[in-house]
């Protein structure tokens, strides 16, 4: 088990940009494949992104690629989620995961408290 903390969200016009953040307690935080889920207002929560532990293999849900760029730093126990060209429907509350696996997809028993991100139009 591992503790999560999200920082970053806040609000936003569309085609600005936020970075995410989430710091992880713990020794072995560089085992842990790291993810990003979101959940807008009444929808289920959906998956946005994940890296491995050595930050080689990296995943994204077809429509955040080329505008959300998901990376680790292990020295530091930080995963970031760097957010570019927001739009409107990317308003949601954002939720830090670790431990997840990416096929099939299934997310891992660690979770932020979570951090909004809202786009205005």
């Known amino acids: 088990q591992v503790t999560l903390v999200e920082s970053g969200g806040g609000l936003v016009q569309a085609g600005g940009s936020l970075r995410l953040s989430c710091a992880a307690s713990?020794?072995?935080?560089?085992?842990?494949?790291m993810g990003w889920f979101r959940q807008a207002p009444g929808k289920v929560s959906e998956f946005v992104a994940a890296i491995d532990g050595s930050g080689s293999r990296i995943y994204y849900v077809d429509f955040v690629k080329g505008r959300l760029t998901i990376a680790r730093e292990n020295a530091k126990n930080t995963v970031y989620l760097q957010m570019n060209s927001l739009k409107t429907e990317d308003t949601a509350v954002y939720y830090c995961n670790a431990g997840l696996t990416i096929t099939p997809m299934r997310s891992g028993s660690s979770w932020g408290q979570g951090t909004q991100v809202t786009v205005s139009s």
């Open positions: 713990g020794r072995t935080f560089r085992s842990y494949v």
